[in-house]
């Protein structure tokens, strides 16, 4: 017979709770907080009052302990010589109302737990307001093991205030006193524990837990190690327990309160060990607290008190109220809003641990930190980085920075794991494909709604911010945005499509208002759109179209085409936003500041800004000219491949007014058909909704300021028989090969 890892103890309930008050049986009083309902509890009574079997529990020896210290702050004489592995809920229940103490429940608010019992029905009820007013029952079983009441006077009060609403019989009195015995004697109740041997390890310890126990919350490395700490350092348990509880209310002062993680003590712990150890696996971290020299195996007091203290060093920084609201200004920079926009808080932890190490290690400055982090979780919201098998993840990035020394090598590793993740063939590839999901909390989406954000879009259709709608302090019983479907579901229906995969994909939602749904409805697009889209002028419309990602004659589109067209668009807006946060975009995509004429022309020419003199006119010869029509057209199509622009014509290349007189047009709406016109014939009438121009003053003279967004596909210039494809490089326009523009369009319209 192949040796046991267990031991049979017996116990009474008085002994067990005897011994946790002494602290001989470890008790944490916040291993996890207190999940059982208190209709439950007053069930476990129940049993054991009937006589009932109430299942067995499992605790781990712990010889490898010594010290002084021992679990909680009420003053136990000992230290735990066993630690409860399985039963955690019923002897939290059973300790709370046998000694009357409060327990933490899972918001960590303090809540005591009142059973109440008739001793005539010999029934157990949880108290409430009417039954502390009902003579017939103890309202708080607790009172019958305090030690200063006595049993036979609790009775006799009970019996005499009984008797001022009925009356008692003699029979009824002998069995209301049995019922008081009976109820007081369940301290004899007897329960059998398995104590696992001191010998085995915290992994055996796990593994016996999980193949006995098929419900609840299976332990991890984390448990055990806040288990350790209320050994060793319950202060610094406590200080993970108030953090926790603080940051799910708001408070009247500095709190870590906030809207995006209500953290739990495991989440806080793991931050700190990574910032601490440069660890992510906590399978060694246990051992190391123990004081166990990994090598040898043999335990030291003085190795646990330095690692001990390098815990401590790590948690006072994670709990830094100001480190931890300037991390989450990076989550602001970075387009999220609040916990419904976070598909997995092992990306958001695991980014403070990094922000941590930047500011306290590497001394990176605060604005150049705070974009770094915005960029780096962005990039793992994005791609769910940490969504499966997160301590492997973890551990690889924290095991690149364990030589890092210096602030810009930090950076540095940052942005290469960023570059390496997200390549071309990511944008044009992997995110399109990743879009192509009804999941409601796909990742890709969610990013998608940060990228609205990062582009200070407006909801489709409206004047109001996507992100104004999405503060969480603007909460209702109706969200005021509402995820609508471009193509509703009933007209789906009459087109064959019902299976809600197809029905409820990604790409087949925009934001809109909520008044604005409902009077879509079941409409078609080719509906409703006409109607909506009267509510904006071109130039609005083209920025519309850019944020929500919609095809140029989208509601004319097949449904699955559309899909498609729409996925690789909505890849390049959350692309843009991206490359804007980390400062690859100057300007931000989707939308052309409108400065005064004076403003840019006082800075000169630039890569989003040229000076023409003239539209049409050679002023040396005072001709129509094709060729400076050629150069505004060439400048157009440039800023149309890149990254938009401006325009100005009415101005000479060193900033002088020439006015539009030169062009001798009999008015400026006749100007403005000209160059309609000139577009539409010789780039392409789609891109006259990326081309918007004005006329505005400028010192004495009046100048066309033409405002091009970038376009979503490459445009050339019909010069006679050859089409020429241009950019933008620093202030000039360069035509680009045949090959090159091959390349360029791979990358800039790839996605």
């Given at each position: ?42 069930n476990l009574f129940d049993s054991m009052y009937r006589g009932f079997p109430v299942g067995y529990l499992l605790f781990w020896e712990n010889a490898n302990v010594d010290g002084s210290k021992t679990i909680g702050t009420d003053g136990k004489q000992k230290v735990p010589q066993m630690l409860i592995v399985d039963g955690q809920q019923r002897l939290t229940s059973l300790y709370a109302v046998i000694k009357g103490v409060p327990v933490v429940r899972e918001n960590y608010d303090s809540e005591l737990i009142e059973i109440a019992f008739n001793p005539l029905l010999e029934r157990f009820e949880v108290s409430d307001a009417a039954i502390r007013k009902d003579k017939s029952f103890i309202s708080n079983i607790s009172i ?417 085409d559309f899909l498609r067209k729409r996925r690789e668009l909505m890849a390049g807006v959350i692309r843009d936003a991206y490359k804007r946060l980390a400062g690859e975009l100057p300007t931000e995509a989707g939308k052309v500041a409108v400065p005064p004429v004076e403003s840019f022309v006082k800075d000169g020419e630039g890569v989003t800004i040229e000076f023409k003199s003239t539209l049409r006119t050679n002023l040396h010869t005072g001709d129509k000219d094709p060729k400076m029509e050629l150069a505004v057209l060439k400048t157009i199509a440039a800023f149309l491949n890149t990254q938009g622009g401006t325009l100005v014509v009415g101005v000479a290349d060193d900033g002088n007014p020439v006015g539009i007189d ?90």
């Amino acid at each position: 017979m192949s040796q046991t890892v267990f031991t049979k103890v017996d116990f009474t309930l008085g002994a067990l709770m005897d011994s946790i008050q002494l602290g001989s049986v470890g008790l944490p009083d916040i291993q996890r907080p207190f999940v059982w309902k208190n209709a439950k509890v007053r069930n476990l009574f129940d049993s054991m009052y009937r006589g009932f079997p109430v299942g067995y529990l499992l605790f781990w020896e712990n010889a490898n302990v010594d010290g002084s210290k021992t679990i909680g702050t009420d003053g136990k004489q000992k230290v735990p010589q066993m630690l409860i592995v399985d039963g955690q809920q019923r002897l939290t229940s059973l300790y709370a109302v046998i000694k009357g103490v409060p327990v933490v429940r899972e918001n960590y608010d303090s809540e005591l737990i009142e059973i109440a019992f008739n001793p005539l029905l010999e029934r157990f009820e949880v108290s409430d307001a009417a039954i502390r007013k009902d003579k017939s029952f103890i309202s708080n079983i607790s009172i019958l093991w305090s030690k200063n009441v006595d049993l036979f006077e609790l009775v006799d009060e009970y019996l005499d205030g009984l008797k001022t609403v009925r009356d008692i019989t003699p029979e009824e009195r002998t069995r209301i006193r049995k019922a008081f015995t009976k109820l007081q004697n369940l301290l004899n109740f007897p329960f059998t524990t398995l104590a696992l041997s001191a010998g085995i390890d915290e992994e055996q310890v796990s593994e016996v837990f999980v193949r006995i126990n098929s419900e609840g919350k299976t332990l991890n490395q984390a448990d055990f190690i806040l288990t350790l700490m209320s050994v060793f350092w319950d202060e610094g348990r406590a200080q993970l327990e108030d953090f926790c509880r603080q940051a799910r209310k708001p408070g009247m002062g500095p709190s870590p309160f906030n809207h995006f993680i209500q953290p739990d003590p495991d989440q806080l712990l793991r931050v700190c060990v990574g910032l601490g150890f440069r660890r992510a696996r906590l399978q060694y971290v246990y051992s190391i607290l123990r004081g166990k020299d990994l090598d040898s195996g043999q335990f030291s007091a003085e190795r646990r008190e330095r690692q001990f203290e390098v815990l401590k060093q790590a948690q006072s920084r994670v709990l830094n109220l100001t480190y931890w609201h300037d991390f989450l200004k990076a989550i602001l920079l970075a387009g999220f809003r609040s916990d419904r926009m976070i598909s997995s808080k092992n990306n958001l932890l695991f980014a403070y641990i990094l922000y941590l190490l930047g500011r306290t290690e590497y001394g990176v400055a605060e604005p150049k930190l705070r974009q770094l982090i915005a960029q780096w979780f962005f990039m793992t919201a994005l791609t769910g980085r940490y969504s499966s098998s997160p301590e492997s993840k973890m551990e690889f990035d924290l095991a690149r920075l364990r030589v890092v020394n210096d602030a810009d090598v930090f950076v540095s590793v940052l942005e290469d794991i960023c570059g390496a993740t997200l390549t071309n063939d990511y944008w044009s590839i992997t995110l399109p494909s990743d879009l192509a999901t009804a999941a409601a909390n796909s990742p890709s989406m969610f990013a998608y709604f940060a990228a609205l954000n990062l582009h200070d879009a407006r909801v489709l259709f409206s004047r109001l911010k996507v992100a104004e709608l999405m503060d969480p302090a603007t909460r209702s019983n109706r969200s005021a945005l509402e995820r609508h479907h471009l193509f509703p579901k009933a007209h789906l229906r009459s087109l064959g499509i019902v299976d809600l995969r197809d029905v409820n994909q990604i790409a087949n939602f925009t934001m809109i208002e909520w008044g604005d749904d409902s009077d879509i409805s079941d409409a078609a697009p080719s509906a409703y759109l006409p109607v909506l889209r009267e509510r904006v002028n071109g130039k609005d419309l083209a920025r519309l179209y850019y944020w929500h990602a919609l095809p140029e004659s989208w509601e004319a589109m097949t449904y699955h085409d559309f899909l498609r067209k729409r996925r690789e668009l909505m890849a390049g807006v959350i692309r843009d936003a991206y490359k804007r946060l980390a400062g690859e975009l100057p300007t931000e995509a989707g939308k052309v500041a409108v400065p005064p004429v004076e403003s840019f022309v006082k800075d000169g020419e630039g890569v989003t800004i040229e000076f023409k003199s003239t539209l049409r006119t050679n002023l040396h010869t005072g001709d129509k000219d094709p060729k400076m029509e050629l150069a505004v057209l060439k400048t157009i199509a440039a800023f149309l491949n890149t990254q938009g622009g401006t325009l100005v014509v009415g101005v000479a290349d060193d900033g002088n007014p020439v006015g539009i007189d030169a062009d001798k047009f009999p008015n400026e709406d006749r100007m403005n058909l000209h160059l309609t016109n000139l577009v539409k014939e010789r780039i392409g009438s789609p891109s006259m909704l990326y081309v918007h121009p004005r006329f505005d003053d400028y010192q004495d003279t009046r100048v066309m300021v033409v405002e091009c967004l970038p376009g979503r596909v490459p445009v050339f210039v019909r010069d006679g028989s050859v089409e020429r494809f241009y950019i933008r490089t620093g202030a000039a326009t360069s035509e680009l090969s045949p090959s090159q523009t091959q390349n360029f369009v791979a990358q800039r319209f790839a996605a």
